[in-house]
């Protein structure tokens, strides 16, 4: 399906009405909580829904412990995903397994290795995806778990877990910014490959806070998709947050509350961060070829799966 064709997606996507440890309850293994930066499983399914049908193929090159690919087949998809760190990998299998355990009717290809390499790694599958669906990392950890011996969370001692992705220094993870820009890109371009006519590439992406400073990566995630021959056709906001009585609920992390707190004591205007930017992409070429060849290939669709 075509993003310019109009799928049911708002411009804000109501995905945070439940904490993320209850959207996996049950869902997932108790296990992969300890990955530290996991996709909302209502944004997976949301996006899902609107760019594919049932049988449909849905790929993740960069699938950590494997969202994507059970939302995918709880959904009756097929999924195929690529994942850098085995520990990670073992996590996204068991997550698999317990969704067909649960009668998830999809079926799912998972190889571990570097995301770049994912057309080869997954040759039979070329020309066949619906949909690609990822995130890229935040650097080489996040905020985590985190318990504060204070009930303000300011000024006591703190313990903190499962904040980092991986000790591995050749994750893409460790690099600087541009070089993990560069990574991102190559990732998109390889993966792209396996994308059918009009197929959507969809990145969840927010901005971070890199030594104080805000880095607009949903801004720089654009750019590097755009040298790599992906062009933006849509772009929405998937909350984290809650929506109550016109109100935002606030999910937050301690350390971006923390954060925040301390930025605003100092003047400066930071806001928590309540919302994912969803970005929506196409191969350049076939946007060059107008609506009216994608409104071809949409009505077709049954016709290359």
């Known amino acids: 399906m075509s993003p310019s064709q109009g799928v049911g997606l708002v411009s804000v996507l109501a995905t945070g009405q439940k904490p993320s440890r209850i959207q996996r309850r049950g869902r997932y293994t108790r296990e992969s909580m300890r990955h530290p930066a996991k996709m909302l499983p209502a944004i997976a399914a949301q996006v899902i829904e609107a760019f594919t049908a049932p049988g449909d193929l849905v790929v993740d090159p960069m699938c950590g412990i494997g969202t994507t690919l059970v939302e995918a087949i709880h959904l009756g ?77 300011d000024g006591g001692p703190v313990t903190k877990w499962n904040h980092r992705y991986s000790s591995d220094r050749g994750n893409l993870a460790h690099r600087s910014m541009p070089e993990l820009l560069d990574g991102f890109g190559r990732i998109l371009a390889a993966t792209t490959r396996l994308l059918r006519p009009s197929g959507v590439v969809a990145v969840t992406v927010r901005p971070i806070r890199m030594r104080g400073e805000l880095i607009d990566l949903p801004g720089l995630v654009i750019g590097t998709a755009h040298k790599h021959g992906l062009t933006l056709v849509d772009r929405h906001a998937a909350l984290l947050a809650g929506l109550r009585d016109g109100g935002l609920v606030t999910r937050a992390s301690f350390f971006q509350m923390l ?37 071809t290939r949409c009505v077709n669709s049954e016709e290359t799966r």
């Open 259 to 295: 954060e925040t707190r301390r930025a605003r004591d100092k003047g400066i205007p930071a806001c928590i961060t309540a919302h994912e930017d969803l970005l929506l992409f196409q191969r350049a070429a076939e946007r060059r070829d107008g609506n009216t060849q994608d409104k």
């Open 77 to 153: 998809r097929d999924a195929a995903g690529m994942e850098y760190e085995p520990h990670w990998a073992q996590m996204a299998a068991a997550n698999v397994l317990l969704a067909q355990r649960q009668g998830a009717t999809g079926t799912v290809k998972l190889a571990i290795g570097d995301a770049r390499t994912i057309a080869t790694a997954h040759l039979p599958l070329r020309g066949k995806a619906a949909l690609v669906l990822t995130s890229p990392p935040y650097g080489s950890y996040t905020h985590g778990h985190v318990r504060s011996g204070h009930r303000d969370g």
